[in-house]
């Protein structure tokens, strides 16, 4: 059925007057009653009955005004949707994170975005950053905030922090009341450390930077979650080594040092998809790079 029938339609209906409907679909009458007599042979039924002197709805043209009306604002609403699908003011993104960026620049980015764009569905996973790659291949994750890059098709980073390495300690620990500590001084300590196969580059970062000031680690524990870290080092078990912006899981039990000798930078890059809802990432990604101007 062409939809120009039901706009035609709803017009004389509402108008009940073929000459000012006529008026307002800005044409004749005689071809507005055409049209309004094909719908009704499509349909097989009456739906207007006419006299020289007035217009009046049938009981079945009654009926046909109300879905002709819904079926008209679901058009419209189908309509917007789209425009603003294609804007990218509505839609889809899912976004995953390592856990130690979820108290950074990941926070203000979200929020913002949220203020932005409520009307865009948001999904937050939390994954480690091979997993968020591999997720980011097969399509499953538009967004992610991981610790590396590496080549990949269809996938584009930037770096959207730059952080440090510190010391996390026991409270009761005899180094604890330090304003800061030296490397050299944990040699003997039990080492908790994020495990290598799920984050060769940090745990190869950490375990380089202690041995160019001559300190082998002794890893007694390994935790795939930096909170369980610091839970692991408040409850005794070890000390450890972690980005700095894990200081914001502050807790009792745990004290966090800054390291004496120069520790180097530990990046968090943002990784997008490169082909998929291209204008919602973009408009996460706006919000990412002023978050990294600011910082």
């Not at 098709?153 to 510190?166: A, G, I, K």
Request: proline share 5%; aromatic share 8%.
């Amino acid at each position: 059925m062409d939809i120009r029938k039901l706009r035609y339609f709803v017009t004389v209906a509402e108008e009940l007057h073929f000459h000012r409907a006529a008026e307002k679909l800005n044409m004749t009458q005689p071809p507005l009653s055409q049209q309004i007599q094909n719908l009704e042979e499509e349909l097989g039924v009456k739906l207007l009955e006419r006299t020289r002197k007035m217009v009046r709805l049938t009981p079945a043209g009654a009926v046909f005004l109300e879905q002709a009306r819904l079926i008209m604002a679901q058009l419209d609403r189908s309509i917007q949707l789209t425009q603003k699908a294609d804007q990218g003011i509505i839609g889809h993104i899912s976004v995953a994170f390592v856990d130690s960026a979820s108290g950074g620049i990941m926070v203000e980015v979200l929020r913002k975005f949220r203020t932005a764009y409520p009307q865009i569905e948001l999904t937050l996973r939390e994954m480690t950053s091979s997993q968020q790659l591999q997720a980011l291949e097969d399509g499953q994750i538009h967004i992610g905030f991981l610790r590396y890059q590496e080549d990949t098709r269809h996938v584009s980073f930037r770096p959207c922090q730059e952080e440090t390495l510190l010391a996390v300690l026991p409270d009761h620990h005899p180094m604890s009341a330090q304003t800061q500590v030296s490397i050299r001084e944990l040699a003997d300590e039990d080492f908790i450390l994020f495990p290598r196969h799920l984050g060769s580059p940090f745990h190869r970062m950490v375990l380089e930077y202690c041995r160019a000031h001559g300190v082998d680690p002794r890893i007694t524990q390994e935790a795939i979650q930096m909170y369980t870290i610091v839970n692991l080092v408040a409850a005794g078990m070890g000390i450890s080594i972690v980005p700095s912006s894990v200081n914001v899981f502050q807790r009792k039990g745990v004290v966090f040092l800054p390291l004496q000798e120069n520790p180097p930078s530990v990046p968090l890059y943002t990784a997008w998809r490169t082909d998929m809802n291209q204008e919602v990432v973009s408009r996460f990604m706006d919000i990412v790079e002023g978050e990294y101007e600011l910082h």
